[in-house]
C-alpha cells in the first residue's frame, strides 16, 4: 500500500500555524496565564508531530529510515515531560525548515524556466503543397519542415536547400551566428537568425539534441548528491547513539529533562534541510547560465577542484558578441561607423 507524504501545499500553512502558535503562546504567558501558554505550545505542537508521522510512515514504506525520527522523538519526549516550549520550538524548526526547503526548490526550479521553455512544442510540416501545424512530438526523420525566422529548430536534421544562418549559443557557447548551406546538419535548440528555410528532419524529437540536455538537466535535478545519501546511509547509527546519549543523561542525572535537552539539540533539521536545497540551488543557477552539470555528485566534487584545463577548440566563450574596437577606413571616424551600424541593425528589425 503507497502511502502519501505531506502535500507541499500545506507546507507554507502549517509553518505560519506553528509560528503562530509559539507568538500566542508566549504573549500568554507574559500576560499571566500560563496554563493557556502550555497549552497552545502543545496544540501546536501536536499538529505538527501528526503530519511528520505521517512523512516518517511514508519514508518507511519506501523502506527509508530518515533522520526526521530524531525530531519527532524530541517532539515527543518534550511533552511528556511537561517542557511544551522546547517541543513548539523543535516544531517551528521542522515546519519552517520544511516549507524554506520547499521555497528554495521552486525558486532554483524557476532559475530552469529560460532552459525548458526553449524547447518548441510545435512546427509547421509540409504536406501535399501546403503547410499543417504539428505537435514536434510527431515529426518523423524524413519529414520537411519549416522553420521561420527567430523559431528554435524543433527536432536534428539538415539544410534542404539555400543557406541558413543559425544561433547556437544557447548549446556551444559560439557568439555569433553561423551559417549553414544545403545538406548541413542542424541541432535542434539552436535559433534561426537569418530568413526562413526547410529543414529535412533526421531524428524524432525524444532523440534530438536538445531533448538531451533537458533529460540531463531534469535527471541531476533528480539525483542525491553523495552527502545527502550519506546523511540517510547513517540515520540508523545517528538514532540509535541519540537515544543511547539520552538515556545515558537520564540515567546519570535522574533528570528526564537532560534526555529531552539531547534530543532536541540532536535535531538535525539544518542537515535534513540544507544539502538538498544547495545541491538543488546550484544545478538551477548553473542551468540559467548555461552550464549543465550532472548531479549533486559533480557540484561536491567542484568544492576540492584547485585547477581547470578546458578543452573547446582553443576557445572560451559567453554566448553574446561584444565589439573590442572598431578599425575604420581612412576618412571614416570610429563613432560614424558605429552609428551606421545601428542605423543598419533597426532598418533589419524592421523588415524582420
Known sequence: MKIPGTPKIVRPYLAAFTAAGLVAGLFAKLTGYGSWAGFTWAAVTVVVLIVLLFEIVSSLARGNIGLDLVAALSMSAALVFGEELAAAIVALMYAGGQYLEDFAERAARRDMTALLSRVPRSTLRHLDGRLE?????????????????????????????????????????ESLPVRYSADLPVLSGATNVGEAFDLLATRRAAESTYAGIVRLVEAAQRSRAPMARLADRYAVVFLAFTIALAGAAWILTGDPIRAVAVLVVATPCPLIIAVPVAIVAGLSRAAKRGILIKGGKAIETLAQVRSLVFDKTGTLTIGQAKIISIQPAVGLEPDEVLRMQRRSSAMLMKRA
Open 133 to 173: 501545424q504539428i505537435a514536434i512530438d510527431l515529426v518523423s526523420p524524413g519529414d520537411r519542415l519549416l522553420i521561420r525566422r527567430g523559431d528554435v529548430v524543433p527536432v536534428d536534421g539538415t539544410v534542404v536547400t539555400g543557406v541558413a544562418i543559425i544561433d547556437q549559443s544557447a548549446l556551444t557557447g
